[in-house]
């Protein structure tokens, strides 16, 4: 049991990472990436939201969509309880303590709209996990965001000083930038699977 | 009747969580100080931090919470001072108006490179390094970091120094900040006469590295009917209380690092309208 749970965290982390293998969140991997700060805030954001979603997607899941037979409303019904759930977020950061508010709040808005929220949620379900087992790959996910997040922001301030080739300046290089550090990740593959044998 | 049950679960989970975000927003709800909102309309809105806050923002919240001077928004100028003053009750400070002036004349036919550079292109980073690449260890190192905070879009590098279009200036003094060497100066807008000039070494010294470069031979000090100059570490310094703008000073400068610099200081032959390109 808990074997399997370092397994999907390590995995998640690594092998999996969402942005880096299965290319989900690219948008806020490339625009909140300039500043390390930033990049950092946005991935304890997305981490939050995505255990807070998977938490509320994975009852409503097998309590209210499989009981009544409608498994095929997932997407519909899983963006429209994210979204609530960030709003609900932001409301109550914004009440609780201003300054995470000021800090994670412009984020939050953005990761409504996130689609590695939304196929974290999903792919538990598919994956068949359990309650427990879907919180810790939610857990997993948000941290390879945030580990992604900071190595490409670390990257990126290396690029901004850097004397690129006109023609790569920009959006060019920053994308190969990124597939290296993709290639970097595929280096994990295989790995976790045989730590415990 | 399939769809109709799956429409009415996503309307009733729907209107569930409408619900919810209303109950929350009603008695979470944080009230915003409206003297604040009215502060933070007046301000420009260009963030650059030359009220020593981080942004219109923090600057308006802080007016609203109270004792701070509703002056210190310095591209808003007197305008916005009062306008703040009027919401919160307080009589405004006068202004003065400021433009931000490149103490520095080394352009590149003045001066010459001790070095080769082919690191980091920030002033910052060149500046670590012996001073920068140029002779003059204390003139402008012409890479531009005062033009990347410009908010306004103020300032370009021409011939390795930057220069200041001043009817563009906000005088909010962030270039000032940027730059490494500390040769940009806030001047009075009404100043006609400054120093070109930052180098504080001895007159053989710095004429070696610069011919633009102010040798300190105090013979402004001198001829100044006002007593408005003062030579401190072999540098001419103009106390703009005093100076009356006579010109006396500029004649008789034998290398010409004191100016007459009749804002927009700009060098011959470029024009204001040639920077906005």
Redesign the interface.
């Known amino acids: 049991m808990f074997k399997t749970l370092i397994i999907i965290l390590l995995s998640s982390v690594f092998v999996d990472n969402y942005v880096l293998s299965r290319f989900l969140g690219i948008c806020p991997f490339l625009g909140v990436s300039k500043k390390l700060d930033q990049a950092t805030g946005m991935g304890i954001a997305v981490t939050a939201v995505m255990l807070l979603a998977c938490a509320v997607t994975w009852p409503i899941q097998y309590f209210v969509l499989n009981a009544l037979n409608m498994g095929y409303m997932q997407n519909i019904v899983f963006i429209l309880v994210i979204a609530a759930l960030v709003q609900m977020l932001e409301l109550l950061l914004k009440k609780f303590s201003p300054s995470l508010h000021k800090g994670l709040g412009v984020y939050l808005p953005l990761i409504t709209t996130n689609c590695a929220v939304l196929g974290v949620a999903i792919n538990n379900i598919n994956d068949g996990f359990t309650f427990i087992e879907s919180i810790v790959s939610a857990l997993g996910v948000g941290l390879g965001f945030l580990l992604a997040m900071v190595l490409f922001s670390g990257l990126r301030t290396r690029i901004h000083d850097a004397n690129v080739p006109a023609p790569f300046r920009g959006l060019p290089v920053t994308l190969i930038a990124a597939s290296f550090i993709s290639l970097a990740f595929m280096g994990f593959g295989g790995i976790v699977e045989n730590i415990f044998k | 009747m399939?769809i109709l049950?799956?429409f009415l679960?996503?309307a009733a989970?729907?209107l569930l969580?409408?619900i919810?975000?209303a109950v929350?927003?009603h008695f979470?709800?944080?009230p915003e100080d409206p003297t604040q909102q009215q502060v933070r309309a007046c301000l420009p809105g260009i963030n650059c931090g030359a009220c020593g806050y981080k942004g219109c923002d923090d600057y308006a919240a802080a007016v609203a919470g109270g004792g701070v001077k509703p002056n210190l928004c310095i591209p808003g100028a007197q305008s916005v001072a009062d306008a703040i003053g009027a919401i919160i009750g307080v009589e405004a400070e006068p202004f003065d108006d400021v433009v931000a002036f490149v103490a520095c004349n080394g352009h590149c036919g003045a001066t010459h490179n001790k070095a080769d550079y082919e690191g980091?292109?920030?002033c910052e980073?060149a500046g670590m390094l012996f001073g920068g690449p140029g002779a003059c260890t204390y003139g402008c190192l012409g890479f531009g970091d005062c033009a990347k905070v410009c908010p306004a879009d103020a300032i370009c590098t021409i011939d390795g120094i930057a220069h200041v279009d001043t009817s563009r200036c906000l005088g909010c003094g962030v270039c000032a900040k940027a730059c490494p060497k500390g040769i940009i100066h806030m001047l009075p807008q009404d100043a006609e006469v400054a120093v070109m000039c930052s180098n504080k070494d001895k007159g053989v010294d710095a004429r070696k590295a610069c011919q633009n470069a102010c040798i300190g031979c105090k013979k402004c000090e001198k001829t100044c009917p006002n007593g408005a100059i003062t030579v401190v570490d072999n540098l001419a310094i103009i106390d703009y209380d005093k100076c009356t703008a006579c010109g006396a000073c500029v004649e008789c400068c034998p290398t010409g690092c004191l100016k007459k610099v009749f804002f927009p200081n700009l060098p011959e032959g470029v024009e204001a309208e040639d920077l906005l390109d």
Do not use: E, H, M, R
């Open positions: 399939d049950i799956a679960v996503v989970i729907a969580l409408g919810l975000l929350i927003s979470f709800a944080v980091v292109q920030s980073a």
